[in-house]
């Protein structure tokens, strides 16, 4: 049974900075693009960054470049986000997916599916002004 487990969320002042982290468990992580998506009260789901399986590419939304990374790590099975230079509209509930469509930036454009691949249940990020 596959398992994704995202942590690291927190309450922010505008300007700081936080890493997220997303352990998968029962998946064949080396060989699995993952992702990073986002969802604000009231908003889609959209996405956020991307990376992968297999030359370690990486994708951003525009909203993001310059100011989040992401990495992985896969000798532990982990996702990272580092989130640098945080705004108030970054405020969301974070979530870890394994198995993204991960070929470009437009992938992160527009809602993803979210019956496709392996999704955790979230870390809520809040940034406040």
């Known amino acids: 049974q596959v398992q994704v487990v995202e942590s690291g969320g927190g309450l922010v002042q505008a300007g700081g900075s936080l890493r997220l982290s997303c352990t998968t468990f029962?998946?064949?992580?080396?060989?699995?693009?993952m992702g990073w998506f986002r969802q604000a009260p009231g908003k889609e789901r959209e996405g956020v960054a991307c990376i992968t399986w297999s030359a370690g590419t990486t994708y951003y939304a525009d909203s993001v470049k310059g100011r989040f990374t992401i990495s992985r790590d896969n000798a532990k099975n982990t996702l990272y986000l580092q989130m640098n230079s945080l705004k108030p509209e970054d405020t969301a509930k974070y979530y870890c997916a394994a198995g993204p469509p991960c070929r470009g930036d437009y992938d992160m454009i527009g809602q993803p599916r979210t019956d496709l691949g392996y999704w955790g249940q979230g870390t809520q990020v809040t940034v406040s002004s």
């Open positions: 029962g998946l064949n992580f080396g060989g699995t693009n």
